[in-house]
Nanobody
Framework: VQLQASGGGLVQAGGSLRLSCAAS????????KGWFRQAPGKEREFVAA????????YYADSVKGRFTISTDNVKNTVYLQMNSLKPEDTAVYYC?????????????????WGQGTQVTVSS
């Protein structure tokens, strides 16, 4: 599976962005998907995840109520809708996918990664 993230950009605090992650390869709908982010000088951190069935979704406390993860299995794409953005959301955002359904919060459990897309929120 190859992942291609897009949709990042510069936005003012309080604004919105929608990130997309398009996948190529078979059976993408069978993968659980996640979004992580990494700010300068910080470790990569979990943002959101959705199970392969789309039944369960998980969010970091810092984004709960503001971000929404979703998938479109026809388009082989996973999205991250980000509302009420804050300057502390500034980071490079990465999409990821895993086959086995291991802990969704841990980046090393994901075997496939996109290249990252920059999100910058100005105050």
């Amino acid at each position: 599976v190859q992942l291609q993230a897009s949709g990042g950009g510069l936005v003012q605090a309080g604004g919105s962005l929608r990130l997309s992650c398009a996948a190529s390869g078979p059976s993408f709908k069978s993968y659980s998907k996640g979004w992580f982010r990494q700010a300068p000088g910080k470790e990569r951190e979990f943002v959101a995840a959705i199970t392969w069935s789309s039944v369960d979704r998980y969010y970091a406390d810092s984004v709960k109520g503001r971000f929404t993860i979703s998938t479109d299995n026809v388009k082989n794409t996973v999205y991250l809708q980000m509302n009420s953005l804050k300057p502390e959301d500034t980071a490079v955002y990465y999409c990821a996918a895993q086959v086995y359904g291991s802990s969704y919060f841990v980046s090393r459990n994901y075997g496939f990664w996109g290249q990252g897309t920059q999100v910058t929120v100005s105050s």
